[in-house]
């Protein structure tokens, strides 16, 4: 296991500068973008924004969420996963597309999605659909998001919020009266924060101990810096 | 704070045993039961675990959950809450019950009702709505309930699943195939189960480096144990 985290939780690598400064200025490499489709649930709210937040980038369903998509209207580039959740409709719809199939049960299918993403090269990846259904389910794409997160630029929409994990500082745009939620997904340590109307000024949040949700922006920002752990921040949409 | 988590955190006081045992055997006193609806989502099967797990206790409700109990043909004894997310028509159809007003901004209305049914000394208490819709909501709920999980004997049902807190040993009827997953809600430690298929010999759990998702049972009972942390998991309904 030691082996595989490493590769999967690694800094991203430097780009290829050189490459980068060799071509005309207007032909600066793009950062590759994606939009993943989970198998949870998705409403309107949530494809908006990451239709929004995805122009132009490749578009990939983890599994069933190629079912998801397509009742949203969205029709995937790339389908990846053990396809034991696909719908027949969804098959025949999809049938010109590229099909991933990974039969391993070592892995779920978002994590299959990441990986295939990161052998892609994707640096600015958006995810819809991880949420909703089954709780253990969201909290278990929660943990794979997690390990994944210095891999990607995220962008993490849920059909109520946009999240962001944060394991030092963040500032982000509000507008007065946005809910934050704070979670701690791993004991977070000195969490201070600016702006929110219920402030935290270097303490500790843990389940079970203390959370900090229902919280709210008073301001056009607000930052959150924790000393140690992992906190997932919600902003409302 | 500290001086709070010890009031709610602290082993459940010990029963007045003289005072039992001065009663005829068959009027020993019984545990007292509640069922408290949280205001998350409920579908019929949470409510009718819900239901045959706690016949006879006092219904509760917090804050919206009054709405969701009618919604699903439960009528509560007692609304507690700041009261601002109650229908018309909740409030016309439970006029004639018992109302408790806690408006305070320090502490959501679970907690509020958590708390009163420590007051009113409920020993078991069935929990159902505190998950669904929102998932910061959700996982806010988690972390109160996991403050007061030394409190009560917790009966915790979702739409799809009962939940368990671990702190130590849990062992848990089941039938070959149930789906069982288990979630770090605090770094769990050496966890080791039994009659799991794909099993853990006292490997660590945290979000972000390995998740327990989407085990299953072998057979009629399984077992999980863990040296230090806190894990949630889930017992396929």
Redesign the interface.
């Known amino acids: 296991?030691p082996g595989q985290?490493k590769t999967t939780?690694g800094p991203r690598p430097e780009p290829m500068r050189s490459w980068v400064f060799a071509l005309p200025s207007n032909r600066r490499k793009m950062k590759r973008r994606a939009l993943l489709i989970a198998n949870g649930e998705l409403n309107q709210t949530d494809v908006q924004f990451g239709m929004d937040t995805c122009k132009r980038g490749l578009i990939i369903a983890a599994d069933g969420g190629a079912n998801q998509a397509i009742e949203a209207g969205i029709i995937p580039d790339v389908v990846i996963g053990d396809m034991d959740s696909i719908q027949p409709q969804t098959k025949e719809l999809l049938a010109a597309k590229r099909w991933i199939l990974k039969p391993s049960q070592e892995m779920?299918d978002l994590e299959k999605a990441l990986l295939f993403c990161q052998e892609e090269g994707i640096e600015e990846l958006t995810i819809i659909g991880f949420?909703g259904g089954?709780?253990?389910?969201?909290?278990?794409n929660?943990?794979?998001l997690?390990?994944y997160?210095r891999v990607f630029q995220y962008r993490l929409f849920?059909p109520?919020?946009e999240l962001f994990f944060v394991r030092d500082t963040i500032t982000l745009p509000s507008n007065p009266g946005t809910p934050v939620?704070l979670?701690p997904?791993?004991?977070a340590q000195g969490v201070t924060t600016k702006g929110l109307a219920?402030p935290l000024c270097s303490e500790p949040l843990?389940?079970?101990?203390?959370?900090g949700?229902?919280n709210r922006a008073t301001g056009t920002q607000f930052s959150i810096s924790i000393a140690s752990g992992?906190l997932?921040v919600?902003r409302g949409l």
Do not use: C
């Open positions: 296991m985290m939780t779920g949420t089954r709780l253990d389910h969201a909290l278990g929660l943990s794979v997690a390990r997160d849920s109520h919020a939620s979670v997904l791993d004991k219920y843990s389940v079970g101990q203390r959370e949700t229902s992992l997932l919600f």
